[in-house]
């Protein structure tokens, strides 16, 4: 069974800056999709960035970026220019290529923006 | 367009009442899902349909739980009786699939669920 592990339960930045969010998972698949999902106050789902394992290029969404090591496992995501908005629960997800479209969700990352 | 809708959005509630929550995923998506959110466990997938038919349930808890999809535009999850322990947030989503190329599940706002 896939298992995503996402380290640091917690995290602070100050605004305009750079932060990033740590996301490792198992699996013994070669063709994977990864999400990351922004979980507001009002805690909503929102979708932040995707990323298809089958593509080498690291997925960009505006201010928000992937580091995507395959090797590693690894899926670790950027956010410049921290804003105040940004502050959230953030949740690294796991889906298998094709047949079952089941997300496996990390615990998240509590990141918080001071001003 | 019109997101996933769930409703209601709070639900307070004595121990052993029947709950019923809702949900209305996104028009022209073929699967939904319904998670459990705690602080302890996180969000768990309670279950899935695609076109309408349930194919994985292993995530409910037990047989106090049940869901159904009567309609490709409306699902319901049931739980009766009801216990404190399921005091959680209950979250919809849905998702579309197109061959070779799985699609981002879509998320209600929640259903707030407090069992007395």
């Known amino acids: 069974a896939q298992t995503v592990t996402q380290s640091q339960p917690e995290m602070s930045v100050q605004e305009a800056e750079t932060v990033t969010l740590s996301c490792t998972y198992d699996t013994s698949e070669n063709n994977y999709y990864l999400f990351w999902y922004k979980q507001p106050p009002s805690r909503q789902m929102i979708l932040v960035i995707r990323q298809e394992a089958y593509k080498q290029q690291n997925a960009t969404e505006n201010r928000f970026s992937v580091n995507f090591q395959k090797a590693a496992k690894s899926f670790s995501l950027k956010i410049s220019d921290s804003q105040l908005g940004d502050t959230a629960m953030y949740f690294c997800a796991f889906m298998n290529w094709g047949g079952s479209e089941k997300l496996v969700f990390g615990k998240g990352t509590k990141l918080t923006v001071n001003p | 367009d019109a997101g996933v809708i769930q409703s209601p959005r709070h639900e307070v509630t004595e121990m052993g009442q029947e709950v019923t929550l809702r949900c209305k995923p996104i028009?022209?998506?073929?699967?939904l899902f319904w998670y459990r959110q705690t602080m302890m466990r996180g969000l768990e997938l309670l279950i899935y349909?695609?076109?309408?038919?349930?194919?994985?349930d292993s995530g409910m808890p037990e047989d106090r739980f049940s869901a159904k999809m009567p309609n490709a535009s409306f699902s319901t999850l049931k739980i009766q009786p009801s216990e404190p322990r399921d005091s959680a947030v209950y979250f919809c989503a849905s998702s579309s699939s197109t061959q070779g190329s799985s699609q981002p599940q879509h998320f209600g706002d929640g259903t707030r669920l407090s069992i007395l």
């Open positions: 349909f695609n076109n309408n038919v349930p194919i994985d």
């Open positions: 028009s022209g998506h073929d699967y």
